[in-house]
């Protein structure tokens, strides 16, 4: 016997192709692949019930073929949930997130850590070193990253530039691969940090928030002034500076109530300014609680959902790099607490197992260990690494979700917090569907 996947979602809207055919968009999570569907046979998938009678036998046959029709038999969530866990065991990457200092420059109203102005040193810094290297020299490991997380981790850049300079040379004499990013606020970034980083640092993907035409008012620096223009007009020098081939960058909009309305303005001034380049991405985040209370800066998660298409489009009209109108790829580990060969390291050198965990109020004791005590390998368990045993069990309502395979669950810890951290395509699915089609040609009757 057969059945539809549970993974498999059909928009009920109609279109035409130019041939005259009725077909419905339609999306498959497990492979996170998008088609067009002929309207008897979405029809009859919809219905569930005798559709192989109704449909075609090589329509059939292709959806067999594509994973969208299974045999009954299959369990199809402990498929999706056993090759989350293989992939979490196979992982041959050891990564390190790096924050080399606790401090920040902004003021950012929603943001959830507490800042102080500690860095990184003394044996807490060699502690950190000696703990990659060893981890560097195991032998368990095809690849290393470092990724440079805060606070401002500009704040840290000596720490940043001296402990990366000692990592980079071992992890190429040991034949290992290498990869560094980093999340900045970008007002401290400037062509000789830039130099540095990309070229002895090896840090080639960098994320920004740039919080819309508004962003001044919403991400304003502590000492005063403004940096949005500042911030823009160093990315475009940068991206068109040809030694820095590998650059890449992520700019990020959090979108509130605040700003929600800018997407347009936004989009096109980002353009006029030369950020429409190839090595530049854009994308739009709803606000999230850390922990901390933002439900006055907060959108709804259906209010959202109609707010991203929007923001979706004006980076499209503009002529911006953005994500796919849906997730393309399965999200087998679903962030670095899910797996003991990543960890965090905090300016103090205590190791936590999530990044939403140091600097946080409320999870100061959630660290599983310190770098000058830790012995080399694997850190600790820490809250979050029987995830997926937890969706199995049904715990959560990711057991019953159409988008699981490329969500993962978004984020263990807010689900933990009582804060459903469900992504914008679980509420706008359809419409992105309908997207989809009337951007390929499709007309609807």
């Known amino acids: 016997m057969l059945t539809v996947s549970r993974y498999l979602t059909i ?8 041939q005259g055919v009725a077909l419905r968009p339609a999306y498959l999570a497990t492979t996170g692949r998008l088609y067009m569907i002929d309207k008897d046979t979405a029809e009859a998938l919809n219905d569930e019930s005798g559709f192989e009678r109704k449909i075609r036998p090589d329509v059939l046959e292709d959806l067999i073929d594509a994973g969208a029709v299974i045999p ?39 943001c959830g850590q507490a800042h102080t102005k500690a860095t990184l040193r003394g044996s807490h810094r060699s502690g950190l070193v000696r703990r990659i290297i060893g981890e560097i020299e195991s032998g368990c490991y095809d690849g290393i990253a470092l990724n440079w997380f805060g606070g401002e981790p500009l704040m840290g850049y000596a720490n940043i530039r001296d402990i990366a300079r000692q990592i980079v040379p071992l992890a190429g004499d040991r034949g290992l691969s290498y990869w560094s990013q980093m999340v900045t606020n970008g007002v401290l970034l400037d062509a000789r940090q830039l130099d540095t980083l990309y070229h002895d640092c090896r840090v080639s993907f960098f994320e920004i928030t740039l919080d819309g035409t508004s962003h001044d008012l919403l991400r304003p620096k502590k000492a005063g002034g403004e940096s949005l223009d500042h911030i823009v007009n160093f990315l475009s020098w940068a991206v068109r500076q040809p030694q820095y081939e590998d650059l890449r960058i ?19 001034t980002m353009a006029e300014r030369g950020l429409g380049h190839d090595k530049v991405s854009f994308y739009a985040a709803p606000i999230h ?31 911006l790099n953005c994500p796919s109108l849906v997730p393309t790829q399965r999200k087998k580990i679903v962030c670095i607490a899910m797996q003991t060969s990543a960890e965090v390291i905090t300016s103090s050198g205590e190791v936590f197992s999530c990044t939403e965990q140091p600097l946080v109020p409320g999870y100061e004791n959630t660290a599983v260990g310190n770098v000058s005590s ?3 390998g694997r850190r600790p368990a820490g809250l979050y690494e029987t995830w997926n045993d937890e969706i199995s069990s049904g715990n959560y ?31 706008n699915l359809s419409s992105k569907l309908d997207m989809y089609a009337s951007t390929h040609g499709f007309e609807r009757p």
């Open 289 to 319: 609680s850390w922990g901390n209370d933002i439900s006055a800066l907060e959108l709804g998660k259906t209010a959202y959902g109609n707010v991203e298409l929007e923001w979706l489009q004006a980076y499209r009209d503009a002529g």
């Open 11 to 18: 928009s009920e809207t109609d279109f035409t192709s130019a």
């Open 250 to 268: 992520s700019i990020r909009t959090n979108v509130s109530p605040a700003n929600r309305g800018e997407a347009a303005e936004f989009a096109r």
């Open 374 to 376: 830790l012995r080399i």
């Open 72 to 110: 009954d038999s299959v369990d199809e969530l402990e498929v999706i949930l056993e090759e989350n866990r293989r992939a979490i065991a196979e992982n041959r990457t050891r990564t390190f997130v790096i924050m080399p200092t606790s401090y920040c420059n902004l003021g950012c109203s929603y």
């Open 397 to 427: 309502s990711c057991a019953t979700c159409a988008i699981l395979p490329v969500c993962g669950g978004s984020c263990p810890k807010a689900w933990a917090e009582g804060n459903p951290p469900c992504p914008a395509t679980k509420f």
